[in-house]
């Protein structure tokens, strides 16, 4: 056989060659005592001897670092954005914020009593992958999105650290928990307490009514996209912190398109949320 | 324990129940001589004692009946958009014209030596699956689209029964197949040549560029939806079918968007697909 | 001269004939002891032979009937999305409910002392048009839109008579205002307090907190939709009404868009408000 | 009085703010040996102590300067765009290529015996623009974009000066225009016939077609948009003109959604020109 078929060979690579360039590493943290592992979305062509932004994407409650490739097909959007130009090549790095073995360690992304996972992500995490894939290293090179779990996330990182971040986009996000009541009957020795605990204690929505003039000022340096579905069942919560930024005079931007709460919203809302984090990077 | 975890209870509801309602079937054809699988979306509350239009949903060259679900996901974009009844609620049809051993059978939507599949389709598939599921039945009540070969397939199809369907919507339709000698090198024995021969032999283009004034005026009783990448490698059959129904006066609708031959863009095309079938629907 | 420029009559053709059918009429009001003007677009190729279905759009605070087409252009979007099939051919009434005295008479949808505008409304206007173009008739034919004062008019006159809507689309509306004070120091004589108490008085907010269980089953017969820009001074009236169907237990949709209380924005709604009517028309 | 009304205001200042940054003013060419009007839109703030990118914005055939923005009101999607961070401030310049009193001037954008409208432009109006309003200056912070015959004059503007454009994006182009015998009986001194032949004679197809490899590779330091509805009476020129340029391996974007040659698509078109525009900028 002297050539391949054409047409076959041309939709083969269409369809296949994008999955590629999603890479598992793993790190050993000091700070949780167990190895993390991690995802990167590297952009075609990524050339580690060249610095590209940073997009830090966070999965939700009920799944792990694998979630926005394996159910989000993160590359497809990546891609096709990049490659029209819409979005500068970037490198996106999907933490892991999940554990199968809930009685083992908690979900989620803040410190709990013996799982200091923020120390971990912001001390170990985040300067390592940016060494490794020379990527983000200062504000205008990064930003944070994420879903549910990870949109709340997202918000309280840079709420932390308006410093280190250009923009944040929040999709349908777990951004309040103030009744905790419903994790009274879980399993004995489970996490989950721990996580809804922790999600009440890091509030977005009572962080941005309590803050100082001088915090205010420093939210404002971050360009903010708050994105949910109508029928989302915690759509309040994404409304509510609106307001709550809206009153305190912070700008940012609501979305509420048509869905709930799964993945065909938030495959969709890569759309918005990777140009405009691209947009509001600046050297 | 007394309660479900409500938060992770809804979650889990709004990730996975969508998946339930499709179905695999299997019939066997007396034309073709084999079994042949395939699926069927059924709407939520689905009732086999009310009837529903039929959408028909043809896959592409590489794949089989199980790739518009499990790659493209066409659950996700039907359940939200009968919903918020931007649809209606209809039964979705995915029959099977890909096979894994290539040098036993032919891909193909079309009638080739020794494998009747149009026969098999409008003979046995179709009738089978409107009275298992009480759909379809009228020109009225269904609508036919498909991707790449199955782009072409719709189209063809349409063309052969415009008083059986009411709309046909081809995603990088594969509608034309001048040059056959890519096809000259495959493994001996594969089917491969007699699929390539098959699109040539039934050239969409050809067909309305040679159509009588007769059949243009039967053409005329479908809407047709033309839809194809600006970056896909066979945009110019979409092209070149489109310019040949406006020459015709046949009326039809001509989208371009972003993207090339990959799932991306046809998940994307559902959301206009489904609308497109569905308002063209009528008693 | 014997032949016409054929590109520059193409052209003037594709520029102006659309506006055509906008027609002004102008009906004496026995209620209001005035004339009172409105606006219809008559879709293109209309015939008073056929019967239609119905859409009332509703204007502004600081304008009237001649405002949705001129400064809102629905003719170009309403033509688009009926030539595409997006939408079936449908009458639309567009009322007057401003007054360039404002010394003279109050603005505004609702009764108030001397000004019976809902009672012109439903008593005298709506059948007049309705007998006079041949449209509407019946719930299932008649849907209501409006901008601003018009969206919370919208609301408020579903709620009324959810008997006689199938759909209601509020734009930005005003749908409350419970803080009256505002209106103190108008010029003396001005009819504007009367406007503002009587949005207070018809707070669409309030009737769905105060429905009873009868009530809310009667909503439940209307096909509900909520659209306001995130950045739209009072955006908040429109989450509030939203929350106030989803806590009730009504069926609505909400969707917030990028953008102020300013034409383009409504300009931009007509695409998904007129297919929304459409798609709820029934015979 | 001491108050405003609040509400009537905010609604006014919404309205009407957005007009007044459209300025009309008035060049005397050399060239041309007469007056030239043109518009620029100035964004928000404008300060002309700072630098900004330049728009320059084509009219079409039957239009002139104002037609932008009184048909088009792009001063209401550039606002929004920028409002909301989709695109960087810029000022956009609306030169004049049409003439009310056709029996003395042209139309159109390039040279004709005895109006050389296309020196014009590039050696008197664009200087003199960017000077006084201190904008554009070099390829990176240089745009083009029109409707009709403005689309083919911002390509063929872009392909004859590809060294001073950083990106081009064509709505409705009038690109070609081979067969010139419709202008055969226009009025007896009527200078149409030099509009229509000026566009055969740049045509921005055969201008690819017959490119050598060292001119395609200038094109190729441009970014090209090629946008067009799909009922558009010269659809062909578009789709023919992508064609060119994708044989001719010159990235270029096509998109084709529904319309036709009207106002409706244009206005919607800036909202995909002004962003691509804005992301192509460069210092």
């Known amino acids: 056989m002297k050539k391949l078929l054409t047409i076959i060979a041309a939709m083969s690579v269409a369809l296949t060659a994008f999955g590629q360039i999603i890479e598992t590493h793993t790190l050993h943290s000091n700070v949780l005592g167990v190895d993390q592992n991690y995802n990167v979305y590297l952009p075609a062509g990524y050339n580690p001897a060249n610095h590209y932004p940073l997009i830090v994407l966070l999965h939700g409650l009920s799944d792990d670092y694998t979630a926005w490739q394996d159910r989000g097909r993160v590359d497809w959007v990546a891609n ?3 490659e029209s130009g819409e979005c500068v090549p970037f490198v996106i790095l999907m933490p892991n914020a999940g554990n199968a073995d809930i009685h083992a360690y908690p979900n989620g992304y803040f410190n709990v009593p013996g799982w200091s996972y923020e120390d971990f992500f912001f001390k170990e995490l985040l300067p390592a992958v940016e ?3 020379n990527c ?4 205008g090179q990064r930003a944070i999105m994420g879903l549910s779990m990870g949109g709340g996330g997202s918000v309280v990182y840079a709420q932390h ?10 999709m349908s996000g777990w951004l309040d928990n103030e009744k905790r009541e419903v994790w009274a009957d879980v399993p004995e020795g489970s996490k989950f307490p721990a996580t ?3 999600v009440a204690d890091n509030s977005a929505i009572k962080y941005v009514k309590k803050a100082t003039p001088e915090t205010l000022e420093r939210l404002k340096t971050v360009k903010w996209f708050v994105d949910c579905g109508d029928d989302d069942f915690i759509l309040y919560l994404s409304l509510d912190f609106y307001r709550a930024m809206r009153d305190a005079g912070v700008p940012a931007q609501l979305r509420v398109r048509d869905g709930v709460h799964n993945w065909e919203y938030w495959h969709l809302s890569l759309r918005w949320a990777l140009p405009f984090a691209s947009r ?4």
Chains 1, 2, 3, 4 share one sequence.
């Open 80 to 82: 096709e954005l990049i």
């Open 131 to 133: 060494a490794k894939f």
């Open 136 to 139: 983000g290293g200062s504000k």
């Open 161 to 170: 650290h308006p410093d280190i971040f250009s923009s944040c986009y929040a």
């Open 196 to 198: 809804s605990n922790s």
């Open 280 to 283: 509001n990077f600046s050297i």
